[in-house]
């Protein structure tokens, strides 16, 4: 054990044109909020998920999540429906403009926000559906997108784990009104900080531009016609994600493999995954596993600190965080689930050996 080198949950993909693109950032000084990679990444973005959609990237994804909220003109007195088993800045993006998360639990398979159970928690003040794509995996947009419509609600969609992922063979962020990504260092495509807000509506596209800057007068220098914010991008980063956009494709087939392997070395263990049904392909960000017990998950915690195998918890449920847990939510599946489960290695280039030695390591301590 001593020889062995340690592996990390995640490190990122990198293809050798993102130095090509800083340095030439650097040699013609455009390094901060301007310069011509951030259309051509925000156009290429654009190409990559659907022909009809807008793109306007900003500084990392919760402020993503943030400006989209802003842009459908959720705010004070409003309720926004969403899951409790997510990351917490699904929820504090919420907050930020005034309005009140509600918690519905997640499925037992997916790991997805219920859609059985969003009708109960709709009232005359629900003015949103968020649908978080968890660890990669797709909501059930069709059924959540019912609903919405049933009930003339939004839905955003948070993808933030989930570029590539697919619905009915349609890239998720292309299937509500105002989708997220974030461009985080653990996440397929990085640019170390950062994230996009994709829309087929370009007025909202445009909100959020216009609020990203400052709220800038698109007339009159150093005018502001409203509250903005310092939401932008840099140039440097949009041009480490355009680099990271041509290997986008390679990445995700990496991944998939990875999940692939870690599936079949475990399959005659008492070890489960997220369900994916049959209209659904994750990206399979990271590769997410459940335990029979929380004894196990212990046992299986211990011998990969003692061979230097990193890994991650799942993520706590929100409802249970001390600013949220007045709200009284009960989500018990949440609960379950984020008390068993972990994140494995899941990096691009992870390679079949070290998938080998982390699920032996699992095996023999459970």
């Not at 800083?22 to 301007?34: A, F, K, R």
């Not at 919405?148 to 993808?159: G, N, P, Q, R, T």
Request: with cysteine; aromatic share 10%; glycine share 6%.
């Amino acid at each position: 054990m001593s020889n062995r080198k340690f592996i990390p949950v995640y490190e990122p993909f990198f293809n050798g044109l993102e130095k090509t693109y800083v340095n030439e950032c650097l040699d013609t000084g455009w390094i901060s909020g301007q310069g011509s990679y951030i259309k051509k990444f925000e156009d290429k973005f654009s190409n990559f998920l659907a022909d009809d959609i807008y793109s306007v990237c900003v500084a990392n994804g919760t402020v993503a999540l943030h400006l989209a909220l802003l842009s459908l003109g959720i705010g004070p007195g409003d309720e926004v429906i969403v899951t409790a088993f997510t990351y917490i800045a699904s929820i504090n993006a919420i907050i930020y403009v005034g309005a009140t998360p509600v918690f519905v639990d997640i499925s037992e398979d997916s790991w997805n926000i219920n859609h059985s159970l969003i009708i109960n928690h709709i009232t005359p003040k629900t003015k949103a559906i968020m649908a978080v794509h968890i660890y990669g995996m797709p909501c059930n947009m069709d059924l959540i997108s019912d609903i919405a419509e049933s009930y003339s609600l939004k839905v955003i969609e948070d993808s933030a784990e989930a570029l590539g992922s697919k619905f009915n063979d349609k890239y998720v962020g292309t299937l509500g009104d105002i989708s997220t990504f974030s461009f985080f260092g653990n996440k397929t495509l990085t640019t170390g900080e950062g994230g996009m807000i994709v829309s087929k509506d370009i007025s909202l596209i445009e909100r959020c531009r216009y609020l990203k800057s400052q709220a800038v007068s698109a007339t009159q220098r150093y005018w502001h016609d409203d509250i903005g914010y310092n939401y932008r991008m840099t140039n440097i980063c949009a041009a480490i994600g355009l680099a990271q956009l041509t290997s986008i494709d390679h990445v995700l087939h990496l991944k998939k493999n990875i999940f692939d392997q870690y599936k079949s070395s475990l399959s005659q263990s008492s070890i489960n995954f997220q369900y994916q049904a049959k209209e659904m392909d994750s990206s399979y960000w990271l590769t997410t596993c459940l335990f029979q017990t929380t004894k196990d998950l212990k046992n299986v915690e211990l011998a990969l600190e003692q061979n230097l195998i990193d890994f991650r918890p799942l993520f706590p449920p929100v409802h249970k965080m001390p600013m949220y847990i007045s709200q009284g939510s009960e989500c018990p599946i949440s609960d379950d689930i984020a008390s068993r489960g972990l994140c494995l290695p899941s990096s691009p280039n992870l390679s079949s050996d070290d998938i080998a030695f982390i699920c032996d390591t699992i095996i023999r301590s459970i």
